[in-house]
């Protein structure tokens, strides 16, 4: 294991935004993110773990602590069962199960990010989640010093949420991924826009395939600026910045009340809707392409911060803060934000 000194985090994260890391180290093993966390506690200093970095905003000043790079590799295949190490990327995870027709999680292409990033968000999009394909996840729990599995179940999954990054936030570090999905199934095609994208260019009648479906969502995606392709600025953000909000009915009329027409509404399960956190920016009187210093909003999707060049998390976070208080003077809705936040 080898601790390097002053590392710069910009480098890491799809924002390009971020001071150093006091110390660093990359870890290839188990063995290595044991070693790596009993000398962060020998020493006394604060430990994160860092992944793909496409969901996180460091500090300007860095982190004052050893930021420990998860780079474990290695995917393991049985009958139904990937057994996926925490490092692997997760949309060349994702092209591999569409390309040998397992179905699950196509709608989750060109989400960037590694895969032990995964189950910590509960991440999803167009209609699925991690969760419904998740049958394990094997992490290393920093209190006890031992590495354990965890069911699906026992991962206590909700919308964006999960043990992971809720309850027993910054106790484990994952490192295997173990997902169970369809061979030979079905896509899945929920969201108008994505429909939309599916029928571009086919025929009538055409049998639908799962890597349709994963193609559709990757133009989707660019079409918002949500794909990283180098050298778009609009791909230098920590992809959504805020989570659309969970409410109930009596809220929703709240909202309605308050703006000029009702507001876009998704079923969330137990009398509960979601409200896209995008139409609600825009209520408020910010569109795509708005400036504020280096930072702004992405010029394809309202929902997307963005680091124009040269921005600094200090001006990200006050465009963050200027937003969701237009939001929350506007409807009565606080926004949550989405990112980890490291070394604020």
Partial sequence: MQIEENRLL?????????????????????????????WAEKRGVRLFVLGGGSN???SDAGFDGLVLHVGLKGLELQDELFRVAAGEDWDEFVSLVVERGFAGIECLAGI???VGGTPVQNVGAYGQEVAAAIEQVRAFDLEARVFGEFTAAECGFAYRRSRFNSTDYGRYIVTRVDYRLTPGGAPTVRYADLQKA???GREDGAELSLADVAAAVRRVRQSKGMLLVEGDPDCRSAGSFFKNPVVDEEQVEQIAKAGAKPPPRFPAGQGQVKVPAAWLIEQAGF????????AGISSRHTLALINRGGATA???????????EAVEERFGIRLEM????VGF
Avoid at 287 to 294: I, P, R, V
Avoid at 338 to 341: G, N, R
């Fill in 10 to 38: 910009a480098p890491f994260t799809t924002f390009g935004v971020g001071g150093p890391a006091r110390w660093f180290v990359e870890a290839g093993s188990e063995d290595e993110i044991a070693e790596a966390a009993a």
């Fill in 56 to 58: 996180l905003l460091v």
């Fill in 112 to 114: 960037p990010g590694t």
């Fill in 198 to 200: 599916v029928q571009e």
């Fill in 287 to 294: 569109s795509k392409g708005f400036a504020f210093g280096g």
């Fill in 314 to 324: 200090v001006e990200i976070c006050a465009l963050a803060d200027r937003i969701a």
């Fill in 338 to 341: 989405e990112p980890v936040m």
